[in-house]
């Protein structure tokens, strides 16, 4: 959601930029100083911010139309940087994601709010637009509900899912995408239930199942 919402405040940027006869030029023809470019017809803005000698510097705003009061996204340039950090917003103001773009392409760490909320919901780390690294997702009184590894798009590594006490239900890990290496499974209260082994996306080897803490009963794959 969070990069076709990009490409569309970019889409709307250039387009808007290309129709403007009202700002200014440098001698050289170059986009330089404050620039504002408004919805056709209307006096409010479809988006705002300074440019350097035809660089963009600083913040620029970007509004949905019909709604004003606050931008639907705004962009920071760093002068000389190729990278810029990208924060959207509800039509009420709050937050909904964050985090850096590089060639219109994620990279880095980006954060993800709570509805209608400045309480973070997850964070992800990516590269060249594409999950690698740790994800991390949290119930709304911030306690961790899961924390998963990713390499190249897929799970790859351990995965712990939390009841909202913080307590862990699930202890798993996968290869390429897939459950893959031992498995351990609890209750909300912190009692094992099932333990075993995953080979390729399937139960293999010895599993273990408890009953109030005791073995009930066991399984070979």
Same mark, same amino acid.
């Given at each position: ?33 404050? *620039? ?59 937050? @909904? ?63 712990? @899912? ?5 307590? @862990? ?37 010895? *599993? ?6 005791? @073995? ?6």
């Amino acid at each position: 959601m969070n990069k076709h919402l990009f490409f569309l405040f970019v889409s709307l940027y250039f387009s808007a930029i290309c129709k403007s006869q009202n700002n200014q030029f440098d001698e050289q023809g170059r986009r330089h100083g404050a *620039w504002k470019v408004d919805f056709e017809g209307t006096s409010n803005p479809k988006f705002e911010g300074n440019f350097e000698h035809g660089e963009e510097i600083g913040t620029f705003k970007f509004y949905k139309k019909g709604f004003y009061d606050h931008p639907a996204a705004i962009m920071d340039f760093e002068k000389g940087k190729d990278s810029v950090q990208v924060t959207y917003y509800t039509q009420k103001g709050y937050p @909904i994601s964050k985090g850096k773009m590089v060639d219109k392409k994620r990279e880095g760490e980006w954060v993800y709010f709570h509805q209608e909320s400045d309480s973070i919901m997850m964070t992800e780390e990516y590269k060249n637009d594409t999950l690698h690294g740790l994800q991390k997702t949290y119930f709304k009184n911030g306690n961790l509900a899961e924390k998963t590894e990713y390499t190249k798009g897929e799970k790859d590594g351990l995965s712990i @899912i939390y009841a909202d006490n913080g307590q @862990i239900t699930k202890k798993l890990n996968y290869k390429n995408g897939q459950l893959h290496g031992t498995a351990e499974y609890y209750t909300v209260k912190g009692v094992k239930t099932i333990e075993g082994f995953y080979s390729e996306g399937r139960k293999s080897g010895h *599993w273990i199942y408890y009953e109030d803490g005791k @073995i009930d009963s066991e399984e070979d794959y």
